[in-house]
């Protein structure tokens, strides 16, 4: 894991592959796109929201509104992690969005295999409801504020 220099809203992880993530097809299920996305969040959140000292979001809750991915290359297994980028595009009252990018970890490496778009909304727990971004939090996820994703429309 480590983030991109200061020039550039994005933060980065590497995942690795499990053999089980494989189809039949042998490349990567479209399903497991999701369980990469997810570790790849959790690990942006730890490095957000800790080092911002906001850790109100690590402990209150996060829930996943929505997510759209967009497949554009297919991805086989194979030793090597896959380098996942994510920025923030929109920050609302409570919830924000975010934007992936889900490629090879090689830095001159231009491959991009899937594209996706997702919506957080900050929830309270023990309330079961949305709850209102505090300004620890707005800080920290306006430090990766970016461009929205390239993504295409159907519209």
Do not use: C, K
């Not at 809750?61 to 290359?73: C, K, S």
């Not at 900050?122 to 390239?150: C, N, S, V």
């Amino acid at each position: 894991m480590s983030e991109n220099p200061p020039s550039s809203p994005r933060f980065r992880a590497e995942i690795g592959l499990r053999w089980g993530d494989m189809d039949a097809f042998g490349h990567v299920n479209n399903v497991q796109y999701h369980r990469l996305l997810e570790e790849a969040r959790i690990r942006a959140f730890g490095h957000w929201f800790h080092a911002s000292g906001s850790e109100r979001m690590l402990r209150s809750g996060v829930l996943l509104a929505r997510q759209e991915i967009e497949f554009l290359g297919q991805l086989a297994y194979r030793p090597e992690p896959v380098s996942i980028e994510m920025w923030v595009t929109r920050i609302g009252g409570a919830s924000w969005e975010m934007a992936y990018d889900i490629g090879d970890p090689d830095p001159d490496s231009t491959t991009v295999y899937a594209r996706a778009e997702s919506t957080l909304v900050a929830f309270d727990m023990a309330a079961q409801r949305p709850r209102r971004l505090d300004a620890d939090e707005r800080a920290a996820l306006t430090a990766y504020l970016g461009e929205p994703a390239e993504m295409r429309r159907r519209r």
